[in-house]
């Protein structure tokens, strides 16, 4: 097969449908994953019929310790391998630390952070072999702000995709002649069904209008800051000025603000 092959995770709704969109759009062939089989064959006969492309639906849930496993099995058996990965599952985990159950939180650690990691760890190997690889994380302005109340370990985890995504794009520009760069897309609110699934719509709609973004050109803003091989990228220009914000303001400050914001963005029952 002369196309190249993108991996998408979370690919059945919102960023992560619209990556698929964008890079078949280029004239890459797409594998779709994420749990719900429905939604992924309707995107991928979309696709097809759309871009002329061809779209693989691996169903898989990756809170599972064997789902990286199991979904590069799956492309290897169909004789296929990953030229750019884009890390894209992920979901708000409702609540406090205290009030939910160890299980759910390692769960969300296991699909925002482990997963997302072990896949880049293993697709690397044949990118190096071939000189050519693109990896992009997709981590949150929430990154870069201070912890909230509630949904405990969300910011952990985005600021912790920055750092993993810096390191590996600088590890990557040091192989000899290798195309490789590795990207995380910082998006701040955008419209997907994010903030249904952890009960905050309500919250979000009192929102100021240009705090919202579409998913169009946030996942532009991803593909093009990973072929230039920036290793971070905030889309938007009001995000752009909430980041640079957050490294300028005194921490102390940073944390009262939040506070203050945390009933307003995050639910906390």
């Known amino acids: 097969m002369d196309r190249r092959l993108c991996l998408i995770t979370g690919a059945s709704a919102g960023i992560g449908a619209e990556f698929a969109r964008q890079y078949a759009a280029l004239g890459w062939d797409v594998a779709l994953t994420a749990r719900r089989k429905d939604r992924l064959e309707e995107l991928a006969t979309e696709i097809e019929s759309k871009y002329g492309v061809h779209a693989i639906c691996i169903v898989q849930d990756l809170a599972r310790a064997n789902s990286a496993d199991k979904i590069l099995s799956t492309l290897s058996e169909q004789d296929r391998h990953v030229d750019a990965l884009v890390n894209n599952a992920g979901y708000g985990l409702p609540g406090t630390f205290f009030n939910t159950s160890w299980k759910s939180q390692a769960e969300f650690l296991r ?24 990896i992009i994380n997709v981590a949150s302005l929430a990154g870069y702000a201070p912890g909230s109340n509630g949904h405990t370990l969300y910011a952990s985890v985005k600021a912790g995709l920055i750092k993993f995504s810096e390191s590996l794009n600088a590890e990557c520009e040091a192989l000899d002649g290798a195309d490789i760069h590795c990207t995380a897309l910082c998006p ?42 920036q290793p971070v990228v905030v889309p938007g220009v009001v995000n752009k000025g909430l980041a640079t914000l957050t490294r300028l303001m005194p921490e102390p400050l940073g944390r009262a603000i939040m506070r203050r914001q945390s009933r307003t963005i995050r639910r906390q029952d």
């Open 188 to 229: 701040g609110f955008t419209y997907s069904e994010f903030h249904d699934v952890n009960g905050t719509r309500e919250q979000m709609k009192s929102m100021n209008k240009r705090m919202w973004m579409e998913a169009g050109p946030v996942v532009k803003a991803g593909i093009d800051a990973v072929n230039r091989g």
């Open 111 to 134: 699909v925002l952070y482990t997963a997302p990691i072990e896949l880049a760890h293993k697709v690397l190997p044949g990118m190096s072999d071939r000189g050519y690889g693109r």
